[in-house]
């Protein structure tokens, strides 16, 4: 009897030295994790609050709308980070879920996932624009060989894709595609100085250029069409010989006065800016003063060969030549040319332009 309770007091001092090692031993463990997890902490802000250079560091992306998961995955797809369930439970824990915005970071690969975590819930990137200048009365090709010199295209990728005729615009619907037009895009790439965000490609800066065209071609402009009798591509084809040939303003509506007359009686147009147009296209290039040789070019765009509009724009019109297109000036005039200072001189009648022509010195032209 005497000895069971001695073997009750040295159970239970068993007992006590057993959670009292239990304690020690949580106490450690946990002394050590939150020493760890405070280094940790420190290492990683450390980090993230460290200048880098998109040089030194690397540009990682958080596209709109991205989860944690999402991030966590692209993470460890780009080499970042070893474990997804890792960094997802500690971004929950810590608070950084709802703290993700898109846009662009910069990162290296030896961050610890805290770093990581500050750096992609914190200040992004500012976007570097270039503001591309889109120039009025050049071709297409023109305007091509401008970009790619430039630096802002690869003009094998743009070519391509305004070779193709983008079934959303409205604007684009009567364009007719044939062999003797190469670009159903020509002439709605509408000229402006455009500001594009880092990354940019052909594609979006084409879109941006359709868009505003689509912008300035309102509603009264597809009515006043179709009360002229006339389809959206013909206007804007009309547009682009009037923003070619006009130097000033003033001469928009009497240029186009001339061509709407012409038009109507069923004259040539006998545009020059349209032989400059087929010259350009036959790599001939453009040249100073366009000849009598040059009025035998061979090309569906010649209009001192064949009569009506040409097979398409010749260049991209501005809104005052559409306007100009759509609202002529009243008049009688058949004829017009330019003096050596680039002002148009008007006629009614052949005789009247010949010697006019020769009293300014001017002589093969319109």
């Known amino acids: ?28 463990v946990y002394m050590t994790s939150a020493l760890y997890g405070y280094r940790y902490i420190v290492e990683g802000t450390k980090q993230a609050e460290e200048i880098i250079s998109e040089s030194e560091g690397d540009i990682f992306t958080i596209p709109s709308g991205a989860r944690t998961t999402n991030i966590a995955d692209e993470l460890k797809k780009q080499g970042y980070i070893k474990n997804t369930t890792i960094y997802r439970i500690l971004s929950k824990l810590m608070g950084f879920d709802n703290a993700y915005k898109a846009g662009k970071y910069i990162i290296t690969k030896d961050m610890n996932y805290y ?4 750096r992609l819930t914190g200040e992004a990137l500012k976007n570097p624009t270039k503001d591309i200048l889109i120039p009025e009365g050049r071709t297409l090709l ?26 959303q615009y409205k604007f684009l619907e009567s364009v007719k595609e044939s062999d003797a037009r190469k670009y159903p895009l020509e002439g709605y790439l509408y000229p402006d100085t455009y500001r594009m965000d880092e990354g940019w490609t ?3 800066l084409i879109l941006r250029m359709l ?38 303003p003033a001469d928009y509506k009497k240029i186009s006065s001339v061509f709407h ?35 035998e070019i061979d090309s569906p765009y010649n209009t001192y060969i064949h009569e009506g ?12 030549a559409i306007e100009a297109a ?5 008049t009688n005039y058949l004829f017009f040319f330019a003096t050596p200072d680039g002002t148009n001189i008007y006629n009614e009648t052949y005789e009247k332009h010949i010697a006019d022509q020769k009293k300014y010195g001017v002589s093969g032209q319109q």
């Open 1 to 28: 009897m005497s000895g069971k309770p001695k073997k009750k007091k040295k159970k239970n001092r068993y007992i006590f030295l057993k959670i009292l090692i239990l304690i020690l031993i949580c106490t450690i």
């Open 142 to 167: 023109e305007t091509v060989e401008i970009l790619e010199g430039q630096g802002y295209i690869d003009k094998e990728k743009f070519f391509r894709i305004a070779s193709q005729k983008l079934e």
């Open 261 to 295: 007359n012409r038009l109507k009686k069923g004259m040539k147009l006998e545009s020059d800016v349209t032989v400059q147009y087929a010259r350009v296209y036959a790599g001939l290039g453009r040249t100073s003063v366009v000849l009598y040789k040059d009025l």
């Open 211 to 248: 868009d505003q065209f689509n912008r300035i071609f309102t509603q009264e402009y597809y009515d006043r069409a179709q009360e002229l009798g006339m389809t959206v591509d013909e206007v804007v084809t009309l547009a682009s010989l009037i923003e070619a040939e006009a130097r000033y």
């Open 202 to 204: 052909e594609e979006q």
């Open 326 to 330: 759509l609202y002529p000036e009243k």
């Open 309 to 320: 509009l040409p097979p398409g724009p010749v260049c991209s019109p501005r809104k005052d």
């Open 115 to 118: 770093a990581l975590m500050l």
